[in-house]
């Protein structure tokens, strides 16, 4: 026995709002996320300005240093790149949050009858999804869903009415009804393979 798919309620709560963001529980989830996205910023700046204090204490005169702090030395060039590294994919979610704050400042929410991922088309950095405004219409051209926290996370929530803020050509925000699961919308699809 099958499970029959829930009927689309949601699309009869889609908030009033001119702009997504004016809608509370969407600003709630917002604010959540940037929380999440900034924890860690702050410990990975910290291990970054230890790692170039230590190796300038140590490019004056490396041999008069001793012994614990060579080594710590040696630890921290290896370790600069990393933490370097890591420090720039610590803005990503950042940066993506600032970008899905300004869609939804200049968006309303809208009713998309279902998201689905696309079958058959690979992307390494993004999910594939195609949207469907009608629950009888024709499914869009293949975009990139990207959840700024966790890339490619897929509940399935989707599949059955979504809440869409920007325009089908330039891309947008896509969320579960309520306003949770923000992702961000992009054209096209950067990975190769057969498009659903």
């Keep these: 026995m099958t499970a029959n798919p829930p009927p689309p309620l949601e699309n009869a709560q889609l908030p009033l709002e001119k702009c997504a963001f004016d809608h509370p529980e969407t600003r709630r989830n917002w604010q959540r996320a940037r929380l999440r996205a ?12 230890v790692t170039l204090t230590v190796m300038g204490l140590l490019g004056d005169h490396p041999r008069t240093q001793p012994m614990w702090m060579r080594i710590a030395g040696f630890v921290c060039v290896i370790a600069a790149p990393f933490i370097f590294a890591l420090a720039l994919y610590s803005l990503g979610p950042i940066i993506r949050l600032r970008r899905i704050r300004r869609i939804l400042r ?3 929410w809208e009713y998309r009858a279902a998201v689905r991922p696309c079958p058959g088309v690979n992307d390494t950095m993004a999910l ?16 990139r869903a990207i959840n700024p926290l966790q890339r490619k ?11 869409f803020a920007g325009n089908l050509e330039d891309g947008g925000v896509i969320a579960a009804p309520g306003g949770r699961d923000l992702m961000t919308l992009e054209r096209g699809s950067l990975g190769s393979g057969r498009r659903g």
């Design 106 to 108: 200049e968006h309303p």
């Design 153 to 163: 996370r897929w509940t399935g929530e989707m599949e059955h009415g979504a809440w």
């Design 38 to 49: 900034g924890a860690m910023l702050p410990l990975v700046v910290i291990l970054l300005l």
């Design 128 to 143: 594939p999804v195609q949207l469907r405004t009608d629950p009888d219409g024709d499914w869009s051209r293949t975009m």
